[in-house]
């Protein structure tokens, strides 16, 4: 399976940007990710039968997936300059065991998109 993200870019704080992840082939749960620079890949948000969220962007960013389950977006709203950092969404492999917040539990990754959010 193939992930495609797409989506990001430069914008001023407070606006607003919407990630997309094309899978290639069946996964299960789907997840973004993010790292910004000199720091580690840290959780953003996953979904599968419910929506989990880093407490970070808890009320201002929003996963959704598609009725097909193959794109999974992220609304990002209310930005920030420590939002700023490459944007990357993962796939969990059906029937394998799944943690939302830990990248171990994904097995299909995304080349990441960069976001930039300027003060």
């Known amino acids: 399976v193939q992930l495609q993200a797409s989506g990001g870019g430069v914008v001023q704080a407070g606006g607003s940007l919407r990630l997309s992840c094309a899978a290639s082939g069946r996964t299960s749960g789907m997840g973004w990710f993010r790292q910004a620079p000199g720091k580690e890949r840290e959780f953003v948000a996953a979904?599968?039968?419910?929506?989990h969220y880093a407490d970070s962007v808890k009320g201002r960013f929003t996963i959704s997936r598609d009725n097909a389950g193959n794109t999974v977006y992220l609304q990002m709203n209310s930005l920030k300059p420590e939002d700023t950092g490459v944007y990357f969404c993962?796939?969990?492999?059906?029937?394998?065991?799944?943690?939302?917040?830990?990248?171990?539990?994904?097995?299909?990754w995304g080349q990441g998109t960069l976001v930039t959010v300027s003060s």
């Open positions: 993962a796939g969990q492999r059906p029937f394998s065991s799944w943690y939302p917040e830990k990248g171990t539990s994904y097995e299909y």
């Open positions: 979904i599968w039968s419910r929506q």
